[in-house]
C-alpha cells in the first residue's frame, strides 16, 4: 500500500510569493488532515477534510492560507503571499477514520522556507 | 499556552537498558493518548496509544502509562536498540471546536539516543 505522498519535499520562496503544497492521501482514506511544524516548536492542526469537504479548518493561521481538495483525492495548501513566519514543515497525513487513537498516517512533509 | 509537554529535549540511553520518555498535559478532556516516532527527513509514525480510561497498554518492548490524577504519561522502551534512536512525539487527541473534528496536540518531541 503506497504510504502518504507530498510534494515538493522542499521549498524556498521569497516573502510576498506563492506557494502550492500537494498531499495524495493514502487511497480509500476519506480524511485527510494537515499539521504544520514551526522551526522548534511543536506540530500544530490546521485543518481536517472529510472527503471534499472540511471538516474543521480552525487551526488555519490567517486567510493567506488556502485548502482544497479536488474529488476527495489530493490535496493543496496555498499560502499566498508567504511571509516569513510561514516557513516550517507542513505534513499531511490521512485515515480512514476520524479518531485520534488509531493514529494517522503522515507523509514526510514539505519543508518551506521563506526569506 | 503549551496543554502537552515534553520537558527532556533530549535523552540518552545504553543498548539493552530500559528508556524512559515522558510526557505532561494539561487538559483532562483528552480522550486519548498517542506516541509517534519520527526519523530524520520523514513524518512521524504512529506507535503506540492509550485510552484515557486505562492506565497501561502495552506492545512489544514498548509500553505507555496513564496517571490521570498526575497529568503524566510515560512511554517505556525495553529492551532499548539503536534502532530505536529517533524524535518521539507525545500527542493527545480530543475534540475542540464546535466543527467536531479530532484533532492531535502534540508536544516539542524528545530526541532519543541510543548508545550501541
Known amino acids: 500500500e503506497a504510504g502518504v505522498t507530498q510534494f515538493p519535499s522542499h521549498s524556498v520562496i521569497e516573502k510576498g510569493q506563492t506557494v502550492t503544497l500537494r498531499c495524495d492521501p493514502i487511497?480509500?482514506?476519506?480524511?485527510l488532515y494537515w499539521y504544520r511544524r514551526v522551526m522548534g516548536k511543536e506540530i500544530k492542526f490546521l485543518l481536517h477534510?472529510?472527503?471534499?469537504?472540511?471538516?474543521?479548518e480552525s487551526g488555519m493561521p490567517n486567510n493567506r492560507f488556502l485548502a482544497e481538495r479536488t474529488g476527495g483525492t489530493y490535496s493543496t495548501l496555498k499560502v499566498q503571499p508567504a511571509e516569513l513566519e510561514d516557513s516550517g514543515v507542513y505534513f499531511c497525513?490521512?485515515?480512514?477514520?476520524?479518531?485520534?487513537?488509531?493514529?494517522?498516517?503522515f507523509g514526510s512533509g514539505t519543508r518551506l522556507t521563506v526569506v | 499556552d503549551q496543554q502537552v509537554k515534553q520537558n527532556s529535549p533530549s535523552l540518552s540511553v545504553q543498548e539493552g537498558r530500559i528508556s524512559i520518555l515522558n510526557c505532561d498535559y494539561t487538559?483532562?478532556?483528552?480522550?486519548?493518548f498517542l506516541w509517534y516516532k519520527k526519523y530524520p527527513a520523514e513524518g512521524p509514525t504512529f506507535l503506540i496509544s492509550i485510552s484515557s480510561i486505562k492506565d497501561k497498554n502495552e506492545d512489544g518492548r514498548f509500553t505507555v502509562f496513564l496517571n490521570k490524577s498526575a497529568k503524566h504519561l510515560s512511554l517505556h522502551i525495553v529492551p532499548s536498540q539503536p534502532g530505536d534512536s529517533a524524535v518521539y512525539f507525545c500527542a493527545a487527541s480530543g475534540i475542540w471546536s464546535g466543527a467536531g473534528s479530532y484533532q492531535l496536540t502534540f508536544g516539542k518531541g524528545t530526541k532519543l539516543s541510543v548508545i550501541p
Open positions: 497525513a490521512s485515515s480512514q477514520v476520524d479518531r485520534g487513537r488509531y493514529g494517522y498516517t
Open positions: 487511497s480509500g482514506h476519506d480524511n
Open positions: 477534510f472529510v472527503k471534499e469537504s472540511k471538516q474543521d
Open positions: 487538559n483532562s478532556m483528552f480522550d486519548y
